[in-house]
């Protein structure tokens, strides 16, 4: 027999951890494509594919809201702003839209001479939107009404930042995370340049979707290699997400793009698959 033990705890404290990785939900979306989703919270997001069509779907896989975008051209970039409005852009009119809901989109502005690849919308207002043309590539920083503030550019060395970059996102620390071509990009608020993170031991590297958890973890799409990459602030990769062994579904297959949910879950776009995986990675642990 064993004898009763008896555990005591002096102090009780959970704290977020993370954790190997579980699909605790697959959603299915109609579409051949998710390129982009954008959590509403934890039940709903909206996701579009290579055309103009928006969805608004919960994650047993009800259409609950479809709309096209005023041109009908296709998406590049969508965030959810801080008030509940959804905000997105296209690189066919290089312009920048908000919706209210389903019948009020409103134009906020144009990115003039660049095509707009990526968006976010940070917790103050402003819209952080990645641009590029055949000369340059660059991050702008926008006010909540349309004007714009800064650009991100030049290193202080006088080197060029980015090569390409598409999605962006920006931590609790005020940090800029962006995705860019081979690496990522990160700075702080003010443009100054942190790290880049080239994907440790993959041999290639090409990061799609990105995101921020409670942590401040940097969490990155990698669409070659079928996983999902998290790297703490400083640049150190801490875990590559990988469902390959949760059967056919449960695997990752070319996930695009990414967006947390308000339990931290990150629901991941899949490029040609057509479906949201939605995958737990942190649990609250004693310590």
């Known amino acids: 027999m064993f004898a009763d033990v008896q555990i ?21 979306t109609g579409l051949s494509s998710v390129r982009h989703v954008s959590c509403v919270d934890s039940e709903t997001t909206w996701l579009c594919g290579n055309g103009p069509q928006l969805k608004l779907m919960d994650r047993r896989g009800k259409e609950l809201k479809t709309t096209k975008t005023p041109k009908q051209y296709s998406i590049s970039g969508m965030s959810m702003s801080i008030s509940g409005d959804l905000v ?41 939107v990645s641009v590029y043309n055949n000369q340059r590539a660059k991050v702008d920083k926008f006010g909540s009404k349309g004007y714009k503030t800064q650009d991100i550019e030049i290193k202080e060395n006088g080197r060029r930042l980015f090569k390409k970059p598409t999605f962006i996102t920006q931590n609790k620390t005020g940090d800029i995370c962006v995705s860019d ?107």
């Open 8 to 28: 005591t705890r002096t102090k009780e404290e959970k704290v977020l951890r993370l954790v190997e990785p579980l699909v605790v939900n697959i959603v299915p």
């Open 88 to 128: 997105f852009c296209s690189t066919a009119d290089r312009s920048v839209y908000k919706m209210k809901d389903i019948k009020h989109i409103e134009y906020l502005f144009s990115t003039g001479d660049f095509e707009p690849c990526g968006l976010h919308c940070c917790r103050n207002g402003d819209i952080l």
């Open 181 to 287: 071509q081979d690496r990522v990009v990160v700075t702080t608020d003010c443009g100054t340049f942190r790290f880049n993170y080239y994907g440790r031991k993959f041999k290639t590297f090409t990061p799609r979707g990105i995101c921020c958890n409670k942590l401040s973890h940097i969490i990155v799409a990698d669409n070659i290699n079928n996983v999902i990459h998290v790297v703490n602030e400083n640049g150190t990769m801490l875990s590559a997400l990988d469902t390959s062994g949760q059967g056919i579904l449960g695997r990752l297959y070319s996930p695009s793009s990414l967006s947390l949910d308000e339990s931290d879950n990150i629901w991941v776009g899949e490029m040609f698959s057509g479906l949201i995986k939605v995958l737990k990675h942190l649990e609250l642990c004693y310590v």
